[in-house]
């Protein structure tokens, strides 16, 4: 079940820049790229490095800061190689008031707990 959570304010984040967030036992890395927020894990795949704190030009790509491979911060696709299947996880936004929310897939029962909880 789709569970959304607030991980920052509106504002906090630079234009074209983007910051990770713990959330759940995962890191989001959130980018804010011409006025629209995107959400992509936050780890490389090739090395683990945090997406997060690479450079984001013009096109929407982030560049990981440990070896330049290049992802597209709204799809996750790897932009360096077009037949290449590999990605990293898109997650879904949300603006609810002045609250960034991101989007996570929960397990049925985790989400019932929370709901119970709220």
């Known amino acids: 079940m789709l569970t959304y959570f607030s991980i920052a304010k509106v504002g906090d984040i630079p234009e074209g820049e983007g910051r990770a ?4 036992g995962q890191m989001v890395a959130v980018f804010l790229k011409e006025g629209a927020y995107t959400a992509i894990n936050d780890f490389c795949p090739h090395q683990g490095a945090p997406l997060s704190t690479g ?3 013009d096109e929407g ?3 990981c800061p ?6 597209c911060i709204k799809e996750g696709t790897w ?10 996880p898109v997650y879904p936004i949300r603006i609810e008031g002045d609250e960034i929310q991101v989007g996570l897939e929960l397990p049925p029962e985790e989400s019932e707990t929370r709901e119970t909880q709220s």
């Open 61 to 63: 790509a982030v560049t």
């Open 79 to 88: 932009l360096d190689n077009p037949r290449s299947k590999l990605q990293v």
């Open 66 to 71: 440990w070896h330049a491979w290049r992802f």
């Open 21 to 24: 967030f713990h959330v759940e």
């Open 55 to 57: 450079y984001v030009d």
